[in-house]
């Protein structure tokens, strides 16, 4: 969402929780007021953090040739890492029936991935690499 929706929104909720701490300090429940602050403050902090969360990202390239990750953390750090597709293993740990953390494993190294993915996302990430990285080991230059 655009940060300017998101002021609107804080805006409108700021509005109805001050109706509201007004109605509570006329009916004498002065305690109430300051909660009503905290949780317009709560919903920003919130806000701000998806908005940072959302600037993670990651771009997984396959081809005959290399396999390469290039990262952004929310912070804006980048980081770059490539890799032998024909040594490349992808291992998805499984705890309680669920995907876990998914690796990218090759000659000792090992770099995790899909880390901001849900479950059953990346679960289908890992499918889709394995596939990939078949079809990659398997081009042959006519």
Do not use: C
């Not at 929104?9 to 006329?26: H, M, P, W």
């Not at 902090?45 to 990750?69: C, G, K, N």
């Not at 705890?95 to 953390?101: A, Q, S």
């Not at 000659?107 to 690499?129: I, N, Y």
């Amino acid at each position: 969402m655009k940060p300017a929706a998101l002021l609107w929104i804080l805006t409108i909720v700021a509005a109805i929780n001050v109706g509201f701490a007004i109605l509570f300090l006329l009916r004498g429940a002065w305690p109430v007021t300051p909660f009503m602050g905290a949780d317009v403050a709560l919903l920003a902090w919130a806000f701000h953090a998806s908005r940072v969360a959302a600037r993670a990202s990651e771009h997984i390239r396959v081809t005959p040739e290399s396999l390469s990750v290039d990262a952004r953390s929310p912070r804006g750090e980048q980081t770059f890492a490539q890799l032998n597709p024909y040594w490349v293993r992808v291992d998805l740990d499984t705890r309680d029936e669920l995907p876990g953390r998914l690796t990218l494993r090759s000659h000792g190294q090992s770099l995790l991935v899909g880390k901001f993915l849900a479950p059953r996302e990346r679960h289908s990430f890992a499918l889709a690499l394995r596939s990939a990285l078949a079809e990659a080991r398997a081009w042959r230059p006519n």
